[in-house]
């Protein structure tokens, strides 16, 4: 399945065959070229848990490699939630319920911004909201976590505040609030507001009895104003806007899983064979993530994985080709052979 992710192989037979056609260089890993029918077998019946297994092993190599490797200079652990739907067809895959001609699963993932990687995994029906995935989740007090809109749940913010975790958040257009303290903007900044509030509804402040903040910056890119909500009360409202921004980060992950891997169809049609599909997808750009922080060279995720897809069965020396991919292989020592005297 690593080969289907990396080689871009379309079916069972593309891998299965592509294998083969390579069983030469594999020999040395003991590896031999399953049938058709036992790949369709493994995948619909070994179970995804196995493979979600070997994701969280991976996950514990990059991590140290990837500590440090931030953006922003606070302690804090600053993570991204966020989810994707991946579109399926009904008819195929009749479990995945969605809409009625239409099939899809959700993949929530939360990035871990030391290093961008995906630190928590969850893969649902495409109906399942977004925020009773995020109140199953748990973080060590002190985190940062960035979210967009979709998430607003103000019951969950309180439980956060409780915990000693922090939000940052879009605030919707229609939210009623009551400005308890107004703050100094930065001179010759893109801030306009910096506000502390209270929810003045019964409701609302059951839910979230704590004082919030409310940061209003222009945004020159879209002709408006972007409005945040946080609970974190002493971060400078420009870093609020920065830490905002980078939730992007979790965004383009999206984009390369889907752009780099086999993630948008499936070489089978029941629940674990999808699952395994995209675990397997995962851990592929996990492997990706792991040379990216190994090597001197300035990679980027999708030229990586397009000249390994190149040079899946090179014999080459993995660590050096990293370092310097476009310098040739080490020249072959061969015995010198004496000249043939004439005469």
């Known amino acids: ?25 594999l020999k040395h890993l003991g ?41 922003f200079r606070f302690k804090n ?38 290093g961008y990687l995906p630190s928590v995994v969850v893969i649902t029906e495409g109906k399942r909201h977004d925020v009773r995935v995020a109140r199953t989740l748990r973080f060590d007090p002190g985190t940062v976590v960035v979210m967009d809109r979709g998430y607003v749940d103000y019951a969950w913010f309180g439980q956060l505040t409780a915990q000693d975790v922090f939000f940052v958040t879009r605030m919707k257009d229609h939210t009623r609030y009551t400005v308890v303290e107004r703050r100094t903007v930065p001179e010759r900044s893109a801030v306009l507001r910096d ?6 509804s019964v409701e609302a402040a059951t839910k979230c ?24 009360l002493t971060f400078g409202a420009t870093t609020i806007a ?10 383009l992950f999206f984009k390369a899983l889907k752009q780099n891997l086999k993630i948008k169809t499936f070489v089978g049609t029941s629940a674990n064979a999808l699952k395994v599909q995209v675990w397997t997808a995962l851990i592929a750009i996990l492997l990706l993530k792991y040379l990216q922080l190994r090597s001197r060279f300035a990679w980027s995720l999708a030229n990586l994985v397009a000249l390994l897809r190149m040079n899946l069965f090179t014999h080459r020396e993995l660590w050096a080709w990293l370092d310097q991919p476009f310098t040739g292989p080490p020249t072959v020592l061969t015995a ?5 005297t004439l005469g």
């Not at 049938?35 to 297994?53: C, G, I, K, M, V």
């Open 336 to 340: 010198s052979q004496p000249e043939l």
């Open 31 to 71: 590896i031999t070229a399953p049938a058709r029918s036992t790949l369709a077998y493994a995948n619909a019946h070994r179970p995804w848990q196995l493979y979600r297994a070997v994701f969280d092993e991976l996950l514990a190599r990059c991590q140290p490699l990837a500590r440090g490797r931030r953006k």
């Open 77 to 114: 652990k600053l993570v991204s939630l966020d989810s994707t739907v991946i579109d399926l067809c009904a008819t195929l895959f009749d479990w995945a319920k969605f809409r009625r001609t239409k099939g899809a699963v959700k993949l929530h993932c939360l990035l871990d911004h030391d």
């Open 195 to 200: 506000e502390i509030i209270e929810l003045p």
């Open 242 to 251: 920065a830490i905002y921004k980078d939730r992007w980060q979790v965004e």
């Open 209 to 232: 009895p704590f004082p919030l903040r409310r940061v209003a910056v222009d945004d020159p890119d879209k002709d408006g104003t972007l409005v945040f909500l946080t609970n974190h």
């Open 1 to 25: 399945m690593l080969f289907c992710q990396l080689g871009r192989a379309h079916s069972l037979r593309e891998i299965c065959g592509g294998l083969r056609s390579s069983e030469g260089k």
